[in-house]
């Protein structure tokens, strides 16, 4: 028999006989290696074990306790009183007083008949801190690691939260960052703990290489993918650190890039990060095949379905014979394949490419299979993580209700649509099984994020000068989904004040309501010689026709002012001075495909509206504009796109007031300034405005070589456009139907700060008394 260890800790299991009284002395204690101790006891000598083994234990008696009760350290042992002193349990019960985390160290000793246990129990966390941090915010700290105050204090988490923190910062792009835990022992067993953070410099990427392109440059190959070179004018992304994840999420965007382009057998052989000699930055090397390039040749469609015609189904097709082979293309054609066959009330479809390879002529046969999917039914639809939003706010935004047929096209478009709320900072729509195999459940995940907004902006416009506007907004009104702003705009020429509330839902249905209260200010002397104020309301509602289709109906109740108005004005804006009460009644037609209300580079519009005024008030006129636009991409970087409107007004029973015409120019026109056209008066120069015009523009955008986390574009233009049509007459005023065009080039760039806009544009097509202006700039932003 041995005693091992010279440091007062028994390494390994250790057996230590001698006279203790008048008993026994059995030492149990935890080992030091991650060997298992129940194999150490199968090596006891022989009649060591014997004599573990003889009397039973006739008292267990636990010392060393402070927050836990003895009797709840004697139900973690496999062993009772009554019980042998058998080595293999008492064993176990080494095992399973360690397995609860409690303890830092425990002996169990036989003293006669009386099983001792002895502990050592783990300290409780007082509190966590972190030091050194600046990049990373405590608050990120503390959501990752696990350990939390008031929990018992174990090694083994804490080296498990110090790796998750590590994580955290390679995640951050700083893989030379150090962290050291340290531990601060307090009275009565507590420890603060504090991680030591040596954040270290962001570890770049040197170098992006590409081994194995033969089509496309490395250049081109970069544009497509996240990880950036390290450059000083990415100051403002992390795209130019070194991320694992993101290096992988490059692999795919190659993969979907080749694949669109018509090579289906690439692929991304090997993606390696290595550090550079002084460990500061990374030089990542992508190794790809690219494979040879396919055509699409024969496409055809087969259906399995009774009564269904697949030659219908043909023209809406994305892909044809002859072009380049296109991934995204055949995931877009099943899409609209999928939705088609369900319009035609076949529930339950399935649509599946069937794609033969000739290796020889480079041409991939493809057939789309419709054939009947499993009947599955909606059983239940659950909601969880909205803990302000109500739940028919979510649910309305649902294309599926329980009892439906389950489609998956619809679930995506509800997905879609519950993010496009902006309720929520994540949503997740998942599908599980139901209570039978012909049943599934629609599972709803949402996180909750602020909808509140305080918003304050500036800028500045070559129409308006400098301009500053605040906002309160709640976008989510109680959880209901209701959206009330309270807003202010001031300019150099302009002043605006309102206020507005939109209930999306009204009666519960997909019809949505609203009102506002506002008033207009504006000074108009540098075109027309006067100021003009509007003061009132509107109400207005609008409703979906089809799924491109909206209505929209409004009424305006608004008192107008025609104010300031200068000795030497045109005789015919004098005598408009005062005020008036106008009630207008109006509706709007919209039908619209674009894939971005914002930024738009595919899909086109078409807009009507039509305003009456006289129900009420002493202005009488009837309105009518119709206009449409249409954006198309020419090549994966350069976007076309043409707009046009035509509008007409005519007063009914009286002269138009010079507040209901028509004005072009500026924004509407470039080239020319605000007012700059139409009918005018000589004398004093007064834009008088008109009752028709016409407008069209054509633009070309594409990119001018910049990086393109710029987000920098190059604009080429032509603007065209006719006002006329005054309703008085008198040798002083020119009012001709001549067009205006004008050509011009631009430069946007969507700034960390706001969009920004810089125009040139040179008329060659004009009228003498026209109002030029060849420079529009345009900047805001808001924070």
């Known amino acids: 028999m041995r005693i091992l260890g010279g440091s007062g800790r028994v390494v ?32 006891m000598p022989v009649q060591v074990a014997q004599a573990l083994g003889e009397g039973a234990i006739s008292r267990i008696r636990v010392d060393g306790t402070q927050r836990i009760d003895p009797s709840t350290v004697e139900s973690y042992l496999t062993v009772s009183r009554g019980d042998r002193f058998d080595p293999g349990k008492l064993d176990e019960s080494l095992k399973a007083l360690f397995g609860t985390g409690l303890f830092a160290d425990v002996v169990l000793r036989r003293e006669g008949g009386t099983l001792v246990v002895v502990i050592k129990e783990n300290p409780i966390i007082n509190r966590i801190a972190f030091e050194g941090n600046k990049r990373v915010k405590d608050e990120q700290l503390n959501a990752e690691v696990r350990l939390r105050p008031r929990v018992v204090f174990t090694r083994s988490k804490v080296q498990s939260d110090t790796q998750r923190l590590q994580d955290l910062y390679r995640r951050n792009g700083r893989f030379a960052a150090k962290i050291e835990p340290k531990v601060i022992e307090l009275d009565q067993n507590r420890v603060d703990l504090v991680f030591e953070i040596e954040e270290g410099p962001r570890t770049g990427v040197r170098r992006v290489n590409f081994v194995g392109n033969r089509t496309y440059s490395d250049g081109t190959l970069r544009e497509k993918i996240q990880t950036k070179e390290s450059r000083w004018y990415r100051f403002l992304t992390s795209d130019d650190s070194y991320d694992p994840d993101r290096v992988a999420y490059d692999r795919e965007l190659l993969s979907r890039f080749y694949l669109s382009e018509g090579y289906a057998d690439f692929r991304v052989a090997s993606a390696v990060a290595e550090l550079t000699p002084d460990q500061e930055e990374f030089i990542v090397t992508y190794t790809v095949e690219e494979g040879e390039r396919y055509q699409f040749g024969p496409i055809g469609i087969t259906t399995s379905l009774k009564n269904l015609d697949t030659e219908a189904l043909r023209s809406r097709l994305t892909t044809q014979e002859g072009d380049w082979y296109d991934a995204d293309a055949v995931e877009k054609s099943i899409q609209i394949l999928t939705e088609a066959v369900g319009d035609l009330q076949y529930a339950f479809v399935d649509v599946r490419p069937r794609v033969e390879r000739d290796r020889e002529k480079l041409t991939i046969k493809l057939t789309y299979d419709i054939n009947e999917g499993p009947r599955v039914f909606v059983e239940k639809i659950d909601i969880t993580g909205n803990v302000r939003t109500v739940d028919k706010v979510i649910r309305r935004e649902m294309r599926l209700v329980e009892g439906d047929p389950f489609n998956s096209s619809k679930v995506k478009q509800s997905e879609q649509r519950i993010r496009d709320l902006g309720y929520f900072e994540r949503v997740n729509v998942a599908v599980a099984e139901g209570s039978q195999p012909d049943l599934s459940a629609v599972e709803v995940e949402v996180t909750e994020q602020s909808t ?12 308006d000068g400098p301009l500053a506007d605040f906002s309160i907004r709640e976008r989510n009104l109680l959880g209901r989904g209701q959206d009330l702003r309270v807003g202010a705009t001031v300019s150099g020429k302009r002043q605006e004040y309102d206020i507005s509330f939109t209930e999306p839902y009204f009666l519960e249905r997909d019809l949505s309501a609203g009102g506002d209260l506002f008033r207009i200010s504006r000074d108009n002397q540098k075109e027309s010689s006067y100021d003009e104020t509007a003061t009132g309301m509107g109400l207005r509602m609008g409703y979906p026709l089809t799924e491109h289709l909206r209505h929209r109906l409004s009424y305006r109740l608004a008192e107008t002012e025609i104010t300031n108005v200068e000795s030497s004005a045109s005789r015919f804006i004098r005598e408009q001075e005062g005020s008036r009460l106008v009630s207008e009644v109006g509706h709007e037609l919209l039908y619209d495909t674009r894939n971005s209300k914002f930024n738009p580079n595919r899909g086109y519009y078409i807009r009507l509206r039509n305003e009456a005024a006289g129900l009420g008030g002493n202005a009488k006129y009837v309105r009518s504009r119709v206009g449409t636009g249409v ?27 010079i507040a209901d015409r028509f004005f072009i120019g500026g924004d509407t026109l470039r080239g020319f300034a605000v007012a700059g056209v139409g009918p005018r008066d000589l004398s004093t120069k007064d834009a008088l405005g008109g009752a028709q015009y016409a407008r069209a523009t054509v633009e070309a955008s594409f990119p001018l070589g910049l990086p393109s986390e710029f987000d920098v574009l190059g604009h080429v233009f032509t603007d065209a456009g006719s006002l006329a049509g005054l309703d008085r007459k008198d040798p002083v005023i020119v009012d001709a139907h001549a067009l205006r065009v004008a050509s011009g080039v631009g430069v946007s760039w969507r700034s960390p700060f706001g969009p920004i806009r810089l125009d040139l544009a040179v008329p060659f097509m004009k009228e003498s008394y026209d109002k030029k202006e060849q420079f529009r700039f345009s900047f805001g932003t808001r924070f």
């Open 631 to 657: 954006h198309f991409p020419i090549t994966d970087q350069w976007t076309f796109t043409a707009s046009g409107e035509v509008g007409y007004i005519f007063g009914v029973g009286q002269d138009l007031n």
């Open 452 to 463: 509140g907004e305080i918003s304050f902006g500036a800028g500045f416009s070559t129409t």
């Open 12 to 43: 390994g299991l250790a057996l230590v006989a001698g006279l203790v009284g008048h008993g026994m002395v059995l030492a149990l204690a935890r080992p030091a290696t991650a060997e298992d101790a129940s194999g150490r006891m199968a090596g």
